[in-house]
């Protein structure tokens, strides 16, 4: 194996565990970030928004780089290419590698699930803030009031 190939196939490699690792803290941001939520504490959604995005970030970052690592085996960068590529691996890395990509996509799903729990949540805040500014003058509760 050429020592080129050998060190995309590391690149690759390594970036599948790293981004399995920043999906597991991913998920975990988002199940804090949800009970912040919940109790509207700013201060710290503002903290775990920041972590989410440079996590985001760098996963996105990631993907790019396998999506050129597939482009220089010419090979197609979707899900195809990926169980092409593996194919490229020695038996025992082929299969942890693909019991990575496995996990990988699942705690994608898992992140995505706990992210829009988390926007289905602020969606019911915003409703309920709206109904209490903008619907509160049609109650009449605290609107001007006729003695």
Known sequence: MSAKREQLLSLVEREIQQDCADYLRLRGLMQELYEFLMSRDTARIDVINQQVSQLVEDTR?????????????????????????????????????????????????????????????????????????????DSGLYGQQSY
């Open 61 to 137: 970052l990631r993907a790019e780089r396998r999506s050129k690592a597939l482009g220089a085996f010419r090979l197609d960068a979707d899900a195809a290419g990926m169980y092409r590529l593996f194919e490229l691996y020695p038996g025992v890395r082929r299969t942890q590698l693909q019991q990575y990509w496995s996990e990988l996509g699942q705690l994608a799903a898992q992140c995505q699930r706990l992210n829009e729990r988390n926007g289905q949540l602020l969606a019911m805040h915003n409703d309920i803030l709206v109904q209490l500014l903008g619907g509160s003058a």
